[in-house]
């Protein structure tokens, strides 16, 4: 039987790669609404991380498939200790999990297919805007449900109100860093007939400054609250994190996500340099799967380091990841071979 850390791999990769499919709607979506112009410079690479939908698919239906070892409040009686034990229901947690997907894929092919022809007539136009009206608010709520499900309530008893916020703000800052490492790498392509503009990096930069801060203030807001509440229930999952076998990749999440990112991108100059973004991009990409790691394999603060399970899955997943997005890519025209 294989080790929890090691399965807690395949759910940490499952919630990158969902994080990262419901991003990019949700980025293209944001700086629309607020009119930034560079909305047309990223919205094709953006908006081509929906291939990554049907492979989160398949990798939840793993999961759900096989309940009982990858949560294990599954098969039992949650208890009166449970924050509300009515979500505890295997038959309701599939549910909602294979209709939520199903509804955002559903949601965001619609907004894919208007903003395709935005610019055709002013009805399309509004017809587009109106989507991305609701793109944010399901986006939230949806990703709150998957921060919860997935995350915090793996331990019945604990419980944090702040817990949904702090989770997709982490990702959509992993997503920012992605999409920067994504860009260089798409410029770098031999022939680029369409190369991403430099001037986006400094958008990109400020707005990873933004989520860096979005970030530490949830993260340490519930930390505080944690702490000085001091309530058995509460203190023993993060205290267990903090100090016990996996005390590494905590201080690292916060050396990667917080004291990095702040330092280099509170001056302007970094924030120009292509090489400096990508640096703290990748620094910040590694910092929230060692986040998203903790959360769900050290539940306890005890365990082994799954090294080989996150080299194996973590490959095999990014690899038919990039293969999925880069056809995406390829039948719009946008890459050649």
Same mark, same amino acid.
């Given at each position: 039987?294989? +080790?929890? /850390?090691?399965? !807690?791999?395949?759910?940490? $990769? %499952? =919630?990158?790669?969902?994080?990262?499919? *419901?991003? @990019?709607?949700?980025?293209?979506?944001?700086?629309?609404?607020?009119?930034?112009?560079?909305?047309?410079?990223?919205?094709?690479? +953006?908006? /081509?991380?929906? !291939?990554?939908?049907?492979? $989160? %698919? =398949?990798?939840?239906?793993?999961?759900? *498939?096989? @309940?009982?070892?990858?949560?294990?409040?599954?098969?039992?009686?949650?208890?009166?200790?449970?924050?509300?034990?009515?979500?505890?229901?295997?038959?309701?947690?599939?549910?909602?999990?294979?209709?939520?997907?199903?509804?955002?894929?559903?949601?965001?092919?619609?907004?894919?297919?208007?903003?395709?022809?935005?610019?055709?007539?002013?009805?399309?136009?509004?017809?587009?805007?109106?989507?991305?009206?609701?793109?944010?608010?399901?986006?939230?709520?949806?990703?709150?449900?998957?921060?919860?499900?997935?995350?915090?309530?793996?331990?019945?008893?604990?419980?944090?109100?702040?817990?949904?916020?702090?989770?997709?703000?982490?990702?959509?800052?992993?997503?920012?860093?992605?999409?920067?490492?994504?860009?260089?790498?798409?410029?770098?392509?031999?022939?680029?007939?369409?190369?991403?503009?430099?001037?986006?990096?400094?958008?990109?930069?400020?707005?990873?400054?933004?989520?860096?801060?979005?970030?530490?203030?949830?993260?340490?807001?519930?930390?505080?609250?944690?702490?000085?509440?001091?309530?058995?229930?509460?203190?023993?999952?993060?205290?267990?994190?903090?100090?016990?076998?996996?005390?590494?990749?905590?201080?690292?999440?916060?050396?990667?996500?917080?004291?990095?990112?702040?330092?280099?991108?509170?001056?302007?100059?970094?924030?120009?340099?292509?090489?400096?973004?990508?640096?703290?991009?990748?620094?910040?990409?590694?910092?929230?799967?060692?986040?998203?790691?903790?959360?769900?394999?050290?539940?306890?603060?005890?365990?082994?380091?799954?090294?080989?399970?996150?080299?194996?899955?973590?490959?095999?997943?990014?690899?038919?990841?990039?293969?999925?997005?880069?056809?995406?890519?390829?039948?719009?025209?946008?890459?050649?071979?």
């Amino acid at each position: 039987m294989f +080790a929890y /850390s090691n399965l !807690a791999v395949w759910n940490v $990769a %499952f =919630v990158v790669v969902l994080s990262l499919a *419901l991003s @990019g709607v949700a980025l293209c979506s944001a700086i629309h609404l607020v009119g930034a112009k560079w909305h047309n410079e990223v919205k094709h690479l +953006a908006t /081509s991380l929906f !291939a990554l939908f049907p492979l $989160a %698919f =398949v990798m939840l239906v793993v999961m759900l *498939l096989n @309940g009982p070892l990858f949560f294990h409040w599954w098969g039992q009686q949650a208890g009166s200790h449970a924050h509300i034990p009515g979500w505890y229901q295997p038959h309701w947690f599939i549910a909602r999990e294979v209709i939520g997907m199903l509804f955002m894929m559903w949601l965001y092919s619609i907004f894919i297919k208007r903003q395709a022809v935005s610019g055709r007539s002013p009805e399309d136009a509004a017809s587009f805007h109106n989507i991305a009206t609701v793109i944010p608010f399901f986006f939230v709520l949806y990703s709150t449900m998957i921060a919860w499900d997935f995350e915090m309530t793996l331990v019945p008893a604990w419980h944090s109100a702040i817990y949904g916020l702090q989770q997709f703000i982490s990702n959509f800052g992993m997503f920012l860093a992605m999409l920067v490492v994504w860009a260089t790498a798409w410029n770098s392509r031999p022939g680029q007939t369409r190369p991403i503009a430099e001037y986006i990096y400094n958008h990109i930069a400020q707005m990873l400054l933004a989520f860096t801060l979005l970030w530490i203030y949830t993260y340490y807001s519930q930390y505080l609250t944690i702490w000085y509440g001091n309530l058995p229930d509460e203190t023993g999952r993060v205290f267990g994190m903090e100090r016990g076998d996996y005390a590494f990749l905590w201080w690292s999440v916060i050396a990667l996500k917080f004291v990095i990112p702040f330092s280099v991108f509170a001056f302007p100059g970094p924030r120009h340099n292509v090489a400096a973004i990508n640096a703290v991009a990748i620094g910040i990409i590694i910092g929230t799967v060692f986040e998203r790691f903790l959360w769900i394999g050290g539940i306890t603060g005890t365990g082994d380091y799954p090294v080989v399970a996150a080299i194996v899955i973590g490959g095999a997943v990014g690899l038919i990841g990039y293969t999925l997005v880069k056809a995406r890519l390829k039948n719009a025209d946008l890459v050649q071979g």
